[in-house]
């Protein structure tokens, strides 16, 4: 009898979200942080006064990409809440299709930040005052958190065991 309710205890260890499973669920609560902060910023710039000095030509900081810029960024950040929401709604629950939601997370989001890259070398002063460098560096975290995080869901029993319903 007294083995039994080891090996039962034994099941049920591994079911428990834990070790890196939780580093993995705060990255994801942070990056939605982030993300809500950007977009909030965003709006504010539009809404500044600077964005005339921006969008208008003869000020000096016009630059006619401006626009198409930050309004691609901004239809981005917009796109990738829901995903989010529906990839920590899973984590919360538990559900089998985190797996397959995180690492469409990974994938888009390491998409994005090469669009975003690409999408920012169009004005000239984002080269000159280090913005375009900031972006390639997170181009490259996310390529990497992606090179290292998709594996590890695909294969980690942990997480096979934690995700089944």
């Given at each position: 009898?007294?083995?039994?309710?080891?090996e039962?205890?034994?099941?049920?260890?591994?079911?428990?979200v834990?070790g890196?499973?939780?580093?993995?669920?705060?990255?994801?609560?942070?990056?939605?942080?982030?993300?809500?902060?950007?977009?909030?910023?965003?709006?504010?710039?539009?809404?500044?006064?600077?964005?005339?000095?921006?969008?208008?030509?003869?000020e000096?900081?016009?630059?006619?990409?401006?626009k198409?810029?930050?309004?691609?960024?901004?239809?981005?950040?917009?796109?990738?809440?829901p995903?989010?929401?529906?990839?920590?709604?899973?984590?919360?629950?538990?559900?089998?299709?985190?797996?397959?939601?995180?690492?469409?997370w990974?994938?888009?989001?390491?998409?994005?930040?090469?669009?975003?890259?690409?999408?920012?070398?169009?004005?000239?002063?984002?080269q000159s005052?280090?913005?375009?460098?900031?972006?390639?560096?997170?181009?490259?975290?996310?390529?990497?958190a992606?090179?290292?995080?998709?594996?590890?869901?695909?294969?980690?029993?942990?997480?096979?065991?934690?995700?089944?319903?």
């Amino acid at each position: 009898m007294d083995t039994i309710l080891i090996e039962e205890k034994a099941a049920g260890a591994g079911n428990g979200v834990g070790g890196v499973i939780v580093f993995l669920g705060f990255s994801l609560a942070l990056a939605g942080l982030q993300l809500l902060h950007y977009i909030v910023n965003t709006y504010a710039l539009i809404f500044d006064e600077s964005w005339r000095a921006f969008t208008t030509p003869g000020e000096p900081g016009y630059d006619p990409n401006w626009k198409l810029v930050v309004g691609i960024e901004l239809l981005m950040c917009l796109t990738l809440v829901p995903l989010l929401t529906a990839v920590l709604v899973s984590f919360a629950r538990r559900r089998k299709t985190f797996i397959r939601l995180a690492i469409l997370w990974l994938i888009v989001v390491f998409l994005v930040s090469i669009v975003d890259n690409n999408l920012l070398a169009l004005i000239p002063a984002l080269q000159s005052d280090g913005t375009l460098n900031e972006s390639a560096l997170h181009a490259l975290r996310t390529g990497f958190a992606a090179l290292v995080w998709i594996p590890y869901l695909m294969f980690s029993k942990r997480v096979k065991q934690i995700f089944v319903s």
